[in-house]
């Protein structure tokens, strides 16, 4: 009998191909861990973001704008590991 909690597309893939989609998975995972990691660090910076753009002259704003880079590579990461990791019915535990 089939395993019903496999998607019906994979049910009968060959060992390259579920090699491949592991594969895929686990970049779509270390995706999400980056991405949750960035978020925790931009929300961290963003303390000190409000001071940089208060007390610093003109356009010259540098951690305000990491601050807004860490915020856009945590959107980036996480929009982009759910895509990879769609399908995932296991949990990885490393």
Same mark, same amino acid.
Request: hydrophobic share 45%.
């Given at each position: 009998?089939?395993?019903?909690? #496999?998607?019906? =597309?994979e &049910?009968?893939?060959?060992? =390259? ?5 592991? &594969?895929?998975? /686990?970049?779509g995972q270390?995706?999400l861990?980056? !991405?949750?990691q ?5 929300? #961290?910076?963003? #303390?000190?973001?409000g001071q940089?753009?208060?007390?610093s002259? !003109? +356009? #010259?704003?540098?951690l305000a704008? +990491?601050?807004g $880079? %860490?915020? %856009?590579?945590?959107?980036?990461? %996480?929009?982009? !590991?759910i895509q990879? &990791? /769609?399908? %995932?019915? =296991?949990f $990885?535990?490393?």
């Amino acid at each position: 009998m089939a395993n019903m909690l #496999i998607p019906v =597309e994979e &049910r009968h893939l060959t060992p =390259e191909q579920v090699d491949q989609i592991d &594969r895929r998975r /686990r970049r779509g995972q270390m995706l999400l861990v980056v !991405g949750f990691q960035t978020l925790i660090i931009g929300t #961290i910076i963003t #303390i000190w973001s409000g001071q940089d753009l208060t007390y610093s002259p !003109g +356009w #010259i704003h540098p951690l305000a704008y +990491w601050d807004g $880079f %860490l915020f %856009l590579t945590s959107a980036v990461c %996480l929009t982009t !590991g759910i895509q990879l &990791r /769609r399908g %995932l019915n =296991e949990f $990885f535990s490393y």
